[in-house]
């Protein structure tokens, strides 16, 4: 099984976190164990739990977060937004996987539910990590379209429904971090290797039939770390909760990058 790991420092050890009882009465309880750290506080990571009453709370992990933020410890620190899988602000490590809290039912995890971070990121606080170097990679695959030929001066830019159907499921990628913080070669070679969400930001324009530098973005591709770490060790599959497939895309810019070889 795959180990998830913190980056040292912002790693929990023996610091006794604090606990916040159900309340009395509650008959259907669960158990939340949520990492807290603010590195600026001077202290160090904690593990506190929290008891919530499930016949007061919504079915999602995110409902029962938001029920320690409004009415338990409004210190308590994540990125939400949308609320239903859309803007993928709410990525965390929930029961030993990568995850949206706002998809992942709290009916679905067994025992005590265990909320980190995403893995191998700096912690900004508790459960929000830093993704400044996750978007710099987005960025660079300059994720817009390229064109060369003026527009045509009387309509759009069309493309057929089959071309379009290309570029439908890699944009259908929510940019949640789950893959790229799944994958091992992304753990070691994060400066370096782009990881399979920026990778598959790449390719939504590789495979987009309106755009005119296709031969660019594979030389840009084309070097042993920023697509060839991937070693086709599949957590990104597994982790990606929009059922995407960054695995075999990585696989399709290798084989396009090979075939302008010969
Ligand atoms: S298949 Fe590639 S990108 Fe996906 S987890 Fe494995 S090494 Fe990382
Ligand atoms: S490919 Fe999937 S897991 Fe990766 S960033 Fe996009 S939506 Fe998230
Ligand atoms: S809150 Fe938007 S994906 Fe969860």
Request: charged share 25%; net charge neutral.
């Amino acid at each position: 099984m795959t180990q998830f790991h913190l980056p040292a420092g912002s790693r929990y050890r023996d610091v006794p976190g604090r606990s916040h009882p159900a309340p009395a009465g509650a008959q259907r309880v669960r158990e939340f164990r949520i990492y807290r750290w603010d590195p600026e506080s001077g202290q160090k990571p904690r593990i506190d739990r929290f008891e919530i009453d499930l016949d007061a709370c919504g079915p999602m992990v995110l409902d029962a977060l938001l029920k320690i933020k409004n009415e338990i410890d409004p210190t308590l620190t994540f990125r939400r937004s949308c609320r239903e899988g859309i803007c993928g602000s709410c990525a965390m490590n929930i029961d030993g996987v990568n995850a949206l809290a706002c998809t992942c039912a709290i009916a679905d995890i067994r025992g005590a539910v265990r909320i980190f971070p995403l893995p191998h990121l700096a912690v900004t606080k508790d459960l929000v990590p830093d993704l400044a170097h996750f978007y710099a990679q987005y960025a660079a695959v300059e994720p817009w379209l390229k064109t060369r030929t003026p527009p045509p001066p009387d309509r759009e830019c069309l493309q057929s429904p089959a071309d379009q159907e290309r570029v439908d499921r890699p944009s259908a990628c929510i940019l949640c971090a789950c893959c790229s913080t799944s994958c091992p070669s992304y753990w070691w070679n994060s400066d370096r290797y782009l990881g399979p969400a920026a990778l598959m930001a790449a390719y939504r324009w590789v495979v987009d039939t309106r755009d005119e530098a296709q031969g660019e973005r594979l030389d840009a591709l084309e070097d042993p770390f920023r697509l060839y770490r991937c070693h086709t060790i599949m957590n990104c599959v597994a982790a990606c909760p929009k059922d995407l497939n960054p695995a075999r895309v990585i696989a399709d810019l290798k084989r396009r990058v090979g075939d302008r070889q010969h």
